[in-house]
């Protein structure tokens, strides 16, 4: 939906600047994202072979990317077109992130989209994160909708796993963080307009 990647580097040089530790390179650090930022951490820190800072540099960079998650991140080009149209159509939205639930609101409320979702979760909204299915299952039942029409939309194979093991259909949008290599999504974008094709 949204770049966030330029927030999240420059948090992290920021941090580890700090704290005197070098920062790996723009493709390793966009390698470890996906999976929640307490666990990028742990990447960065395991090739700096600096793990015995985590706890000093995690809280760091989590206050630092608390005030400064949005000071770069723009929604991908036609993205807000997009969830205009499905708005319109009454397609029901919902978010759901890896990182923490509180970061995720921060970053939806500033970008003015609040409105276009039933919900929004976190990577500490529940005890399985993607590419766990039970995030989405949650959303399922909880907007009474069926499974054969749904679909998760998302730019890595952590949300494509997700879907598929929800048992959804998957969209995975080439335009975002990183190829797929674990899994194979039912259909792929080269940009958001396209998701319109597919959803309607």
């Known amino acids: 939906m949204c770049d966030t990647f330029d927030d999240i580097y420059l948090s992290l040089k920021h941090t580890l600047d700090t704290f005197n530790v070098f920062t790996p390179s723009l493709e390793e650090v966009k390698s470890f994202i996906g999976d929640g930022l307490a666990l990028l951490i ?8 600096q793990t015995h800072l985590k706890n000093d540099i995690m809280a760091s960079f989590m206050q630092y990317y608390k005030e400064h998650c949005t000071d770069s991140t723009l929604l991908f080009p036609g993205m ?3 969830l205009k149209e499905l708005y319109s159509n009454n397609v029901y939205m919902a978010v759901v992130s890896n990182k923490a639930h509180h970061l995720v609101d921060i970053i939806i409320k500033e970008l003015g989209l609040y409105d276009y979702f039933k919900f929004t979760y976190g990577g500490d909204s529940f005890d399985e994160n993607k590419p766990s299915a039970k995030p989405l299952l949650h959303i399922i039942k909880s907007l009474n909708v069926k499974q054969d029409n749904s679909f998760m939309v998302g730019d890595s194979d952590n949300d494509v796993l997700a879907g598929t093991a929800a048992d959804i259909k998957t969209i995975y949008c080439s335009y975002g963080y990183a190829p797929l290599k674990k899994s194979t999504s039912d259909y792929t ?3 958001p307009l396209d998701i319109l094709n597919i959803i309607r």
């Open 42 to 49: 742990d990447r960065t820190l395991n090739v700096t072979n």
């Open 80 to 82: 807000e077109n997009v």
């Open 189 to 191: 974008v080269n940009n």
